[in-house]
């Protein structure tokens, strides 16, 4: 009887402190205070906490989201919850209640917007395919389903990665599909195995580009879709002051200033003409190909004239040994005509 009780008593316990921790938007809003608590799990520029503090885009938009509720007099309490996994994170929020979030560069396809409640978008959403250095860009789409059918590719099990990966067995069959724990285990293993090919996201893409970590990347196969996006419980309260904040011109401002620092100028301008341009993914080709080329040829430029200084130095230095090597002879012509003539002059004395 007491071991019943006790377990009821946990129950309700427990029970009460979900109802805490989830309360509605309209009664926080009219307390002027509450806490939501935000599931995450890593993925590298968005939300991670890999270097040891918590840090990404989604990240400083939960914090200016706070800061835009304080300066509209309610006052919020973050909880960051990490998850065990992508589709752990996920099933949280499908089943999850009021004053939760999720938070892992979600991107916003039409099977999840029926399962769960997406924020307005606050980046473009692109996937492109790498592959390891052994294999080779294919000019068509023959030429690539004959490379690629023969080898793996890596992914995330249950994410847009998957799912795009599906869709090209359609096209292209006979190739694996590997599950990896984490986006950066595929970029990692692709960098330093053969015969292996994945998606990585535009924007992680083109910040590692930047930073000088380079990939083959296809030419065919990309993939774009409405955005990214937070998500939420399909039952929750919380998407008004969400959509209110995102849709602010306050929230325009704030998430380029953010994107900006965690991806840089030049990739967050890009990722917006790109989205932009009315010709779709075939002008998205050439504009990466374009900044691709660019930085290539300013990496050549840097090399050559490293060359350029490196042969000039070594000019320089025989230039040198030779004007050190020639005085050496001459002084030791000078004093051998001076030994020499001493030699004679002794002689002569000799002979006097």
């Not at 209110?244 to 840089?264: M, P």
């Not at 009315?278 to 840097?302: N, P, S, V």
């Not at 350029?308 to 090597?325: A, R």
Request: include cysteine.
């Amino acid at each position: 009887m007491k071991i019943k009780t006790y377990i009821l008593f946990l129950f309700f316990a427990l029970f009460n402190l979900s109802v805490v921790h989830a309360e509605e938007w309209d009664i926080v809003k009219a307390k002027g205070k509450g806490s939501i608590t935000v599931f995450y799990y890593n993925s590298d520029n968005f939300i991670s906490d890999a270097s040891g503090k918590l840090k990404g885009i989604e990240y400083d938009i939960f914090l200016a989201f706070k800061e835009h509720l304080r300066k509209n007099g309610v006052d919020i309490t973050i909880n960051f919850k990490k998850s065990d996994s992508f589709s752990g994170l996920y099933e949280e929020i499908k089943y999850g209640g009021n004053g939760e979030f999720g938070a892992c560069s979600f991107s916003m396809t039409e099977q999840r917007m029926k399962e769960v409640l997406f924020s307005p978008k606050y980046m473009p959403d692109i996937e492109v395919l790498i592959n390891s250095d052994n294999v080779s860009i294919a000019k068509s789409e023959e030429e690539f389903i004959e490379i690629f059918s023969k080898l793996t590719a890596l992914s995330v099990p249950n994410t847009t990665f998957e799912d795009d990966l599906v869709r090209l067995t359609n096209v292209v069959p006979g190739f694996k599909i590997q599950g990896v724990k984490t986006a950066s285990i595929i970029r990692e293993r692709i960098s330093s195995e053969p015969n292996l090919f994945g998606y990585i996201e535009l924007p992680t893409y083109l910040k590692l580009f930047q930073e000088g970590v380079r990939f083959k990347r296809q030419n065919l196969f990309k993939v774009e879709r409405n955005g990214y996006g937070i998500i939420l419980p399909k039952n929750s309260t919380w998407i008004k002051p969400i959509n209110a904040f995102f849709n602010s011109d306050d929230f325009k401002t704030k998430v380029n200033q953010i994107i900006k620092k965690h991806l840089g100028e030049e990739v967050n301008d890009l990722l917006w003409k790109i989205e932009g341009s009315e010709k779709g993914l075939d002008q998205q080709e050439i504009t990466l190909l374009t900044m691709e080329r660019e930085t290539q040829e300013m990496e050549i430029k840097q090399q050559a004239l490293k060359v350029q200084i490196l042969v000039g130095g070594v000019v320089v230095v025989l230039i040198i040994v030779f004007l050190l090597f020639y005085g050496y002879r001459m002084k030791r012509s000078v004093n051998k005509s001076l030994t020499e003539r001493n030699l004679m002059i002794e002689r002569q004395k000799d002979d006097i």
